[in-house]
């Protein structure tokens, strides 16, 4: 109910001065013109200012890009960013927006954005945030095919937006060069992606499978993808059930660590299970955890940094 009023608030709000409906007191005084272009968004062509000066960054995916970029954000959620940006988050001039279950639509309005960068935890407020500013929604859809292809799309449009064209081109190629090594170095292996959550292993695929989409790696599971696979799934995947599939590797996204829920650390859990003592992942100590911040980005760079830690780990393995 709140999150509905509040959606009301600020929809009723936009049509008024920000010394009236603002969080401060006083207005934001607005950018000056600027050029624009116009992209392909998930919701279709948008016309979007170039170089915008006050942007509200609310995509997760888009984070650790725009950091790469040298933009700064007048507005983020700051309990979903990642340890990476702990200078936004502890910086005071950056407001804080709330999360996409209770966000804080007031504030994103008293900011004053030139542009707004939505869509993914956010999708559902993209409507009300137009009302604000252009909503820039560039985030790949993880449980559709070529989420890759799609972070590149998403690196190369935030590129001709702030002007960052030579960077956005080092991304994408650093992303292609790195998936191309790790996948040079698999050769049919099977693979089980794990979610730790709850204290619990569970079957990860739908949040996961855009990992192994260069790779020639088969999941072990694949066929349950779609069922009881998310990664806020707490019911748990029986040990029986991962020993019998008994995949050559194991991929960990540790919910539980990314989200500071507590509960037994996926390293723990997994050591802990008598009956894949014997299993291959387990011989061979062929068990890769995630980094903790990639659970709260799934962007360009958190998906190059685990396919450099793949190959390094493929390397060791052989």
Known sequence: MLRHLRAL????????????????????????PADTITVQTNTGELSVPVNPQRVVALDNTSFETLLEFGVTPVAVPKQLLPDSLAAWADDPEIIDVGTHREPRLEEINAANP???????????????????????????????????????????VLGEVFGAQSAAERLNAELDDAAAEASALTNGQTVFLANHNGGKIDNGAGRMAPLIEPLQMTDVFASNRGGSDSVHNDSGLAPETVAQANPDWVFVLDRDAAVGNGGSPARATIEAQELWRTTTFATKAQVLYLDNGFYVTEGISAYTAFYQQLAAALRGAA
Do not use: M, W
């Not at 030139?114 to 935890?121: A, M, V």
């Not at 859809?141 to 799309?153: M, R, S």
């Open 9 to 32: 608030a600020v929809a009723v709000c936009v049509g008024l001065t920000f010394a009236a409906c603002g969080s401060s007191g006083s207005a934001v005084p607005a950018s000056e």
């Open 114 to 156: 030139d542009l707004i960068i939505g869509g993914k935890r956010f999708a559902e407020y993209t409507q009300t945030l137009s009302s604000i500013a252009p909503v820039l929604d560039l985030a790949p859809n993880v449980e559709a095919t070529g989420y890759l292809d799609g972070l590149k799309h998403q690196t190369t």
